[in-house]
């Protein structure tokens, strides 16, 4: 089964400034998709950047991009100039064969004017 | 891209009642949808696949009489809480058959 494992409960970050968000999956998959979505407090799930296993450039989507270490099996997602509307939970996610999500435990991102 | 409605949004049940949550794919057809649960400060869990005119299927732990999901059609999956109790209390949210595009979520309380 896969897992995904966020090891910061919490980031804090300056606004404006850079911030890195860890995220590490077990999967015996060969080809799949990560994902990481924002949960505001409406709890709406907002997809911000999504990688391809198959693919080996680093998605990019604006102030978003991730590092991709496909043989470690690290997925980190870095957030350029942070603005006060980045501040949210982040959840980082495996997409299986079978389109089931697999989500890691999140990481609550604030953001200090 | 993929359009999913869910309804209602919000929702308060007194305990023992039935409670049920719809799931739309507005612009596609959908021969598979996904339910989650959120417990709240905790993360997505899935809870069941659901397949288009045959039986879902539960992930371990989740109690298959107690949520009861139909798909009976292309576009619609619903979620059924039967008799709810305060412990059901929590934040269910369903995907289409892409698997990553996700509804807006239904935030249940049991009184």
């Known amino acids: 089964a896969q897992t995904v494992t966020q090891s910061q409960p919490e980031m804090s970050v300056q606004e404006a400034e850079t911030v890195t968000l860890s995220c590490t999956y077990d999967t015996s998959e060969s080809d799949y998709y990560l994902f990481w979505y924002k949960q505001p407090p409406s709890r709406q799930m907002i997809l911000v950047i999504r990688q391809e296993a198959y693919k080996q450039q680093n998605a990019t989507e604006n102030r978003f991009s991730v590092n991709f270490q496909k043989a470690a099996k690290s997925f980190s997602l870095k957030i350029s100039d942070s603005q006060l509307g980045d501040a949210a939970m982040y959840f980082c996610a495996h997409l299986g064969n079978n389109n089931d999500m697999r989500f890691g435990a999140g990481t609550r991102l604030t953001v200090k004017p | 891209g993929a359009v999913v409605s869910q309804h209602p949004s919000r929702v308060i049940c007194k305990s023992g009642t039935s409670v049920k949550i719809e799931c739309r794919s507005l612009d596609f057809q959908a021969t598979t949808m996904f339910w989650y649960r959120q417990f709240p400060k905790q993360s997505l869990m899935l809870m069941a696949t659901s397949n288009e005119g045959s039986k879902a299927t539960y992930e371990q732990g989740v109690e298959k009489d107690k949520f009861l999901i139909n798909h009976a059609s292309l576009t619609l999956s619903t979620l059924t809480v039967t008799s709810a109790h305060p412990e059901d209390s929590s934040f269910y949210i369903c995907?289409?058959?892409?698997?990553?595009?996700f509804g807006s979520g239904t935030r249940l309380t049991v009184v």
């Open positions: 995907s289409a058959s892409d698997g990553y595009t």
